[in-house]
Antibody, heavy 116, light 107 residues
Framework: EVQLVESGGGLIEPGGSLRLSCAASGFTLSNAWMNWVRQAPGKGLEWVGRIRSKSDGGTTDYATPVKGRFTLSRDDSKNTLHLHLNSLETEDTAVYYC???????WGQGTLVTVSS | EIVLTQSPATLSMSPGERVVLSCRASQSISYYLSWFQQRPGQAPRLLIYDASKRAPGIPARFSGSGSGTDFTLTISSLEPEDIAVYYCQLRNNWRLTFGGGTTVQIQ
């Protein structure tokens, strides 16, 4: 059974950095395409970024609002995905979810609050 | 950039009624459309993928149809646990796109 557990969220000041983690079990992370999606309080779902499987090059894509500030990486030894958030803005306040593939499984989410 | 427009924004129905939700794409997307259900306080879960295929464990009362630009999610007989926001999603080679969501309420 695929399970995803996010962690690393919290309260951070504008301009700060955070690293979110998504611990995966039930499958080999390097063989999967993984996505991150966020949801601002009371709002809809917004795609953040994607990392392809190792066999498909392991390349990444990002949504325009986060390009150049957020980076995806993978720790294959720990079967864990990381989302590095830099130069955070108040508009980045949201629950961040990691997704297996296109969304057949979601984690429970981790809340990032950007505020002074 | 393809935009997904969902309608209506909110729906109030009685238990047992048939519910039809709409998702329209700004250009043809073939059948690359999924539907997700998000209950209050929970993460979304996949209901339908490739426009009409039910995900494992999803009750048969949920069905999807459509292709090209117009898609529908139908709940054949509304149950109280179906109270949720429903999102459609397009997938392509480099990004995901979500519709704005439809909130289903019980009358």
């Amino acid at each position: 059974e695929v399970q995803l557990v996010e962690s690393g969220g919290g309260l951070i000041e504008p301009g700060g950095s955070l690293r979110l983690s998504c611990a995966a079990s039930g499958f080999t992370l390097s063989n999967a395409w993984m996505n991150w999606v966020r949801q601002a309080p009371g709002k809809g779902l917004e795609w953040v970024g994607r990392i392809r499987s190792k066999s498909d090059g392991g390349t990444t894509d990002y949504a325009t609002p986060v390009k150049g500030r957020f980076t995806l990486s993978r720790d294959d030894s720990k079967n864990t995905l990381h989302l590095h958030l830099n130069s955070l803005e108040t508009e980045d306040t949201a629950v961040y979810y990691c997704l297996y593939g296109l969304g057949s499984s979601w984690g429970q989410g981790t809340l990032v609050t950007v505020s002074s | 950039e393809i935009v997904l427009t969902q309608s209506p924004a909110t729906l109030s129905m009685s238990p047992g009624e048939r519910v039809v939700l709409s998702c329209r794409a700004s250009q043809s997307i073939s059948y690359y459309l999924s539907w997700f259900q998000q209950r209050p306080g929970q993460a979304p879960r996949l209901l339908i993928y490739d426009a009409s295929k039910r995900a494992p464990g999803i009750p048969a009362r949920f069905s999807g149809s459509g292709s090209g630009t117009d898609f529908t999610l139908t709940i054949s007989s509304l149950e109280p646990e179906d109270i949720a926001v429903y999102y459609c999603q397009l997938r392509n080679n480099w990004r995901l796109t979500f519709g704005g969501g439809t909130t289903v309420q019980i009358q």
